[in-house]
């Protein structure tokens, strides 16, 4: 158990939020991929750094995003993106510091704003070539990571229903698309990990056709926890799935937030919600297939009060590393 990841979410990127975001910022059709520069601050993420290994943080998800400059496709990066060898020498100065770097780029659909024009080719010969050169360059930064995060969630209509370009795969592509990913890794030597939401809609599907190699990060992010009524109904299946999704044998790292709900109170926070996460999955998940827990904050570093936002989130984890 010593060696669990006790981890944060970190954007280096943040282009995954849609394309109507650029939209209504009146950017024209042929530049309608969100950010067009870094919003990263890298005072901020140094204090982030030092937060976490003063307080045994040992593991970070660097959500890479636009904020590479991928050799194989310079064309993606925005003004600001770090070249390969600054984040490699990022890379090396966490590991000295005793943090996990894991590499995470956001294939689903609902989130791939950062592949540029190649986020409308999916699931063609284009598509796949450009993915595979994307991760190679990743893997080639990296080393060879233990995981690679491959995200995966919310790959719905429901989901884009702001966008003004609607994209998903169902049925057998996504199946076909999902597991070119896991490949493309699994034969690099590393291991796949991915958000578990696929799971709350497909849930006899998904336990059978997953290839229980795919470390799951499902994740809840309520306040209402066993023998309490759910405050939305669709939580009650989202908390379920951690036990669910051990008794299939997967092996798991927890996914809490500190970011608020949308159906939350105005002037609410949600800062109980990892510690409660931590309480529960080690009641419900057996200790072998227990790999960690992650605390995302969602929450770039523009202004203080998110920056306050990314600094609990590290706290919030510290805390509960302690006590463990």
């Known amino acids: 158990m010593k060696d669990l990841m006790w981890a944060t979410l970190f954007h280096l990127g943040r282009n995954f939020c849609g394309d109507s975001v650029a939209f209504k910022k009146g950017d024209n ?8 520069q870094m919003d990263f601050d ?3 993420w140094r204090e982030a750094t030092e937060r976490m290994a003063k307080g045994g943080v040992n593991t970070v998800i660097l959500d890479l995003c636009e904020g590479v400059v991928y050799p194989s496709h310079p064309e993606l990066a925005v003004k600001g993106s770090w070249p390969p060898e600054k984040l490699k020498g990022e890379v090396s100065r966490l590991a000295r510091m005793g943090i996990e770097a894991i590499p995470k780029l956001n294939f689903s659909t609902c989130h791939d704003d950062w592949l540029g024009e190649y986020s409308r080719m999916v699931s063609t ?6 993915c595979r050169e994307i991760i190679s360059d990743v893997f080639e930064i990296f080393g060879r990571p233990r995981f690679f995060h491959i995200g995966y969630d919310e790959e719905t209509a ?4 702001s966008y003004f370009l609607v994209c998903m795969r169902q049925g057998e592509m996504w199946w076909h698309d999902f597991l070119f990913f896991v490949k493309e ?3 690099r030597g590393s291991r796949a990990w991915m958000w578990s939401d696929y799971m709350w809609d497909h849930e006899e599907e998904f336990l059978k056709r997953m290839p229980r190699s795919v470390l799951q990060s499902n994740w809840y992010y309520g306040r209402r926890w066993e ?14 799935a951690f036990e669910k999704l051990d008794k299939a044998g997967f092996d798991q790292v927890p996914t809490g937030t500190n970011w608020v709900p949308p159906y939350f109170k105005k002037g609410e926070n949600n800062d109980a919600n990892f510690a409660g996460l931590v309480k529960h ?7 072998k297939r227990l790999k960690g827990f ?3 904050s969602w929450s770039s570093v523009l202004n203080e009060s998110r920056r306050r936002r990314v600094f609990d989130a590290i706290d919030q984890v510290a805390a509960e590393a302690k006590v463990w």
Do not use: S
Request: charge should be positive; proline fraction near 8%.
């Open 185 to 187: 890794i699994e034969k």
């Open 125 to 130: 010969q284009t598509y796949y070539r450009v």
């Open 227 to 240: 023998g309490e009524p759910p405050e939305r109904p669709y939580e009650a299946k989202r908390l379920a």
């Open 29 to 36: 059709l042929a530049a309608c991929f969100g950010f067009k």
């Open 281 to 287: 999955c080690r009641k419900h998940v057996d200790p």
């Open 42 to 44: 890298e005072a901020i």
């Open 294 to 296: 992650v605390n995302a």
């Open 158 to 161: 429901a989901n884009q229903k």
